[in-house]
C-alpha cells in the first residue's frame, strides 16, 4: 500500500513509522522541513510541498496535522487529488473535518478516522512506531459513504498498523469523544480550579492519595491544548457539562435531605459500568464472528460496533469482528 | 511501645502486621475472631474482647474498626481504659469520631488521626506489613489537646510505621478530605452514570482511553463504601459538589458564547496546580527543619502544616519537619 502522510507531527510521525515498519511505502510532508532528516532515515521518503503528496498518487491519504490546518492542507490538494486516492484523517473531531472536506468537494474521496492513542508530547522527535500498539480507531461513516474506502481505511489500521476499529458516524463519535475525553479534561480542570481557591489548600494536597492525582492527572495537559479541544466539539461538551452538573447538584440535595435510599439509587445506577469494567479487565472474550460487507455493509457494521464488536480484519467481502464487553445491548 | 488494636480489618490489621515488624508489642481485638488464627501466627496478641485490650493498659489503643462501630466501642472502653492510654483512631471522617469520643466522656485521652493509605480490598487477609508505606497521615487537634498525647501518636506514626504527619483539626481535615476524596468519589460516580444512560455507550467506551479510565476508577469502589463515606461528611461533600457543578456550567457557559478569553482564564485557574505538581514530581525538597514544642506548640505545628511542612520526627521537645511543594503560602 502506498501510503501519504500530511503533518509528521507525534500521530503522523507515529503512523508513518510503524507503516514503513510494516513494509508499506510512506510518503511524508510537514509544514516545516525539520524532521526531514529524521525521517528520511527512517525510511520516510519526504516531499516538499503537499501538493507532491496528493501529485504522488496513494492509495490512501492521511490528514494528520492539527485539525486547524486541515482546511488549509485540503484547499491546497482539492486541485490535484486523483479519484484513486482515499482521503482520511486522524483528527480527534469528526464533524469539523468533515465538512471542511465537504466544503472543498473532497466528500467522495473521504472517510474518516481517529485513532485512541497519544500521550502528552508533540512533535517528530516524539513519535514512536509503537505508539499506535493496541490502539482502538474509530472509522467514521455517512450515508454516502463509499464502501471500498472504508475498506482501505480498515486494511490500513488493521494490515499496517495491527490495530482494531469500530464503525461510528461522525456525530456520533463526536459525542461519544466528548463524553470519555474532552468533556472530563473541563471536569479535571474544575477539581483542580477549586482546590486552588481552598485556604487550606496545603492540607488539602497532603491528605491526597492516588484517586485525587488520577482524577486530575489530565489536568496537567497544555492548557492552550486543552481548550483548543474543547472548543472543536463545543455543544456536545457543554450539554455534557451542564447534564454533569444537574447530577451533583442532584446528589447535593440527596445529601442535604439525608435520603440514604436516594443516595443508594445514585450510586446504584453506576452498577452497569462497575460490571463492564471487571469484565474488561478479565480480558478479550472469544471468538470472531463475521460481518458480511453487502448493500447493507454500513448498518451492518454500525450496528456491531454499537454492540461492542470491534474489527481486526477487513477484505471486500467480510469484516472479522470479535466483541468486547459492552455495557448494553444495542 | 504497647500498642492495641480494636479492629483488623485492611487498615487496623496492616497497621497491626507494620508495628509488629518495626519490634512493637502488639495486641488486637476484633468483632469476629476468624482472622485471629492468622493474627497469632504473624505475632499479634489476640484477646477475645475490646475490654480487654483496654485492661491491657497500653500506651495507645487504636480504633480500626469502620466508623460505624466506633461510638459501640468506645461505650464499652470508657468504663475501663485508664488514663495512661492515648486513644486514638484511623477513621476517614473527624469531626463525628471527635463527638462520639466527647460523648462518652474520652476526649482528654483522645487525638485523632487518619493515614493517607488503603486499596478496594477489606478484611485481614488483604492486610499488609506494607500498606503504610510512604503514607502520610493527619493528625487532629482541638484546642484541648494533649501535647504529650499527640507526641505518642507522632511517635507511633513516624517510628512505629516510618511514615510522616501533618497536623490539623477535626473541621480543617474533614473539608480537606471531601475536597481530594469524598466528593471526587462522587464525581466519579456521576461520569460513570452518565456513559450508562448513553445510548451509544458501547461506542464510547470502545473510545475510551487512560484519562477516562483515571476518572473513574474510584467509582468502582463498593457502592456501601462509597455511600459511606460521603454520609460521614454530608455538609462539606454536598457544598463542594455545588461549587463543582457551578464552575462546570461556567464553562458550560463559555463554550455556548464562543468565547475564547473566558475559556482561556478558566483554564488559566488551574495553573498553580500544574505548577505543585510538576514540582512534587522532581521530588521531596531538602532541608529538615525543627519545630519548637513550647506552650505555642499547637499553632506552631498547625502553621507549619498549613505551609506545606510533614512532620517526620517527634520527640518530647521538638518536631523535626520538611516542606513539601505547597500551592499557597499560609
Known amino acids: 500500500m502506498k501510503v501519504a502522510i500530511a503533518g509528521l507531527g507525534l500521530m503522523g510521525g507515529s503512523l508513518a513509522l510503524a507503516l514503513v515498519q510494516s513494509g508499506h511505502d510512506v510518503l511524508g510532508w510537514n509544514h516545516r522541513s525539520a524532521p526531514y532528516e529524521q525521517a528520511r532515515k527512517n525510511g520516510i521518503t519526504c516531499v516538499k510541498t503537499v501538493e507532491e503528496l496528493a501529485l504522488a498518487r496513494p492509495d490512501i491519504l492521511i490528514l494528520c496535522t492539527p485539525l486547524k490546518a486541515m482546511d488549509t492542507v485540503l484547499g491546497k490538494i482539492k486541485l490535484v487529488l486523483d479519484e484513486h486516492t482515499t482521503l482520511t484523517d486522524v483528527g480527534s473531531v469528526k464533524r469539523e473535518v468533515l465538512s471542511s472536506v465537504e466544503k472543498h468537494g473532497l466528500r467522495p474521496l473521504f472517510v474518516g478516522a481517529h485513532p485512541m492513542a497519544g500521550n502528552e508530547l508533540a512533535g517528530f522527535e516524539a513519535a514512536d512506531a509503537h505508539l499506535y500498539d493496541s490502539a482502538t480507531w474509530a472509522i467514521t461513516v455517512e450515508e454516502d459513504t463509499d464502501k471500498e474506502r472504508v475498506i482501505t481505511v480498515g486494511r490500513m489500521i488493521t494490515e499496517g498498523v495491527g490495530n482494531r476499529f469500530i464503525v461510528t458516524t461522525a456525530q456520533e463519535h463526536d459525542r461519544a469523544a466528548a463524553q470519555i475525553s474532552h468533556m472530563p479534561h473541563v471536569v479535571a480542570t474544575t477539581l483542580a480550579a477549586q482546590l486552588v481557591v481552598n485556604p487550606a489548600s496545603n492540607i488539602a494536597l ?99 460496533s454499537r454492540r461492542g464488536g470491534r474489527v481486526e480484519y477487513i477484505d471486500s467481502v467480510e469484516a472479522h469482528a470479535r466483541d468486547f464487553a459492552h455495557l448494553r445491548e444495542a
Request: net charge negative; glycine share 6%.
Open 206 to 304: 497532603a491528605l491526597a492519595a492516588g484517586s485525587w492525582r488520577d482524577m486530575t492527572r489530565v489536568a496537567l495537559t497544555t492548557p492552550e491544548r486543552t481548550q483548543a479541544m474543547v472548543e472543536e466539539n463545543p455543544d456536545n461538551v457543554a450539554d455534557l457539562l451542564r447534564d454533569q452538573a444537574a447530577r451533583m447538584t442532584a446528589v447535593a440535595d440527596l445529601l442535604a435531605a439525608g435520603d440514604a435510599d436516594g443516595l443508594a439509587a445514585f450510586f446504584a445506577t453506576a452498577e452497569p459500568y462497575r460490571t463492564v469494567r471487571a469484565r474488561l479487565q478479565q480480558g478479550i472474550p472469544e471468538g470472531v464472528y463475521s460481518i458480511l460487507l453487502d448493500e447493507s455493509w454500513r448498518e451492518r457494521l454500525l450496528s456491531a
